[in-house]
């Protein structure tokens, strides 16, 4: 049976407002910008942004939302402040980042899932536990794809790479968090661009540490 041609136009009429996304208010969404972000940043970066945010909002009057205001406080600034400067220096030592990448597996994913749940703190519940559960997984995407890319470079005997990706993941932080306050929407984007090859990285690393364990020595004699 078809319908007819009023029929259809009421069915369109009555989805009209649930196709409508003019009324979603702009804030939110650059809300989601930012904990996405924070995620993001946290698996690549943690100390710097805890310290780059809390200094912002101490010294350059920025206000931070929802729950992100205690990132100003002198005790979180002063050690977050003392840590990147630890990072800063272990991040760019062969083997010596890889140990800090496996002890910053269990910091860096809750962290970035508790930033992101924070920026909706004041926005209720449902939003701050959907935040977080993005803000925790994008956290362990980029620390995972970092840290397997690390651990790749450690095996090549010149310490150049170790230092060149170093200040490479620098550049991209600074990158990625200018254009977050800056372009969030573009922010989005090229996030959602990392996440495919932050993917394609892990997999590719994944199955080039499975040959390697799968490889046995020749036996003697």
Do not use: C
Not at 15 to 41: E, I, K, Q, T
Not at 100 to 120: K, Q, S, Y
Not at 137 to 151: C, Q
Not at 176 to 193: C, N, R, T
């Amino acid at each position: 049976m078809e319908l007819a041609g009023p029929d259809i136009a009421a069915i369109a009429q009555g989805l009209m407002p649930l196709l409508d996304w003019r009324g979603l208010p702009v804030d939110l969404a650059s809300l989601a910008a930012l904990a996405a972000g924070l995620g993001w940043a946290s698996g690549l970066r943690l100390y710097a942004l805890v310290f780059v945010l809390g200094a912002l909002a101490r010294f350059a009057g920025v206000q931070l939302p929802g729950g992100l205001g205690v990132l100003a406080h002198p005790l979180v600034l002063g050690i977050s402040g003392v840590l990147l400067v630890v990072e800063f220096f272990a991040d760019k030592l062969p083997w010596l980042d890889s140990l800090w990448d496996a002890v910053h597996t269990f910091i860096r994913i809750p962290a970035g899932a508790a930033l992101a749940a924070a920026v909706m703190g004041e926005q209720g519940g449902a939003l701050q536990i959907a935040m977080g559960l993005v803000g925790g997984t994008l956290a362990a995407g980029t620390h995972f794809a970092k840290a397997g890319a690390r651990a790749a470079i450690n095996t090549s005997p010149e310490p150049a790479s170790n230092v060149l990706t170093s200040f490479g993941e620098d550049v991209l932080f600074a990158g990625g968090m200018w254009m977050l306050v800056h372009q969030p929407l573009i922010f989005l984007g090229a996030l959602a661009v990392f996440v495919v090859l932050a993917v394609v990285l892990i997999v590719v690393l994944w199955r080039f540490v499975r040959r390697i364990f799968r490889r046995r020595p020749a036996p003697v004699g």
